[in-house]
């Protein structure tokens, strides 16, 4: 192989280890334009159906919002998580505001101020994958129906890489 044909194949290789997107569709994890994808078609669902339909369909873990490796939930905008489908008893508190990562980061306050102040946005934490116990880099999108006074939102686990 010659010099040349050498360092094109070293540098698409290094790129596409070092992209997320590569990453991600290597692995069969959700990227982050799927999560939006999903976000808008919860929040699509939220409007058109209602919130109680919504609520069935997205807390659902056999359902459409729930693919590779994530998953959409569902929240209103004074704390209560209405639907989640990994999670569900995270449905059955008042408040999920105290509720904070390994790094004390209270991640429902960040999803809710996001949406407030943006309408829409990402947020970065630590969260255990879908049947795993230990906690993972995560990025979430988040997204608020205005309509409703919910948000929607989804995300992806970051793997070995720094945000």
Do not use: R
Request: glycine share 8%; proline share 6%; net charge positive.
């Amino acid at each position: 192989m010659s010099m040349k044909k050498f360092f094109i194949a070293f540098i698409v290789s290094t790129l596409a280890y070092f992209s997320p997107q590569a990453f991600a569709a290597d692995k069969g994890n959700a990227t982050t334009e799927e999560c939006v994808q999903q976000v808008q078609k919860a929040a699509a669902l939220v409007v058109a159906e209602g919130l109680e339909e919504a609520i069935k369909v997205i807390g659902n873990p056999k359902g459409p919002f729930v693919w590779k490796d994530s998953y959409v939930f569902l929240m209103d905008l004074e704390g209560k998580m209405l639907a989640h489908p990994m999670q569900p008893q995270l449905t059955h508190h008042k408040h999920v505001l105290l509720h904070t990562d390994p790094t004390d980061k209270a991640i429902f306050v960040h999803f809710i101020n996001v949406a407030n102040n943006t309408g829409k946005g990402w947020v970065s934490y630590m969260w255990p994958k879908p049947g795993k116990s230990s906690p993972s880099k995560k990025l979430t999108y988040v997204y608020k129906v205005d309509s409703e006074n919910v948000l929607v939102g989804a995300g992806v686990y970051i793997g070995g890489m720094m945000y």
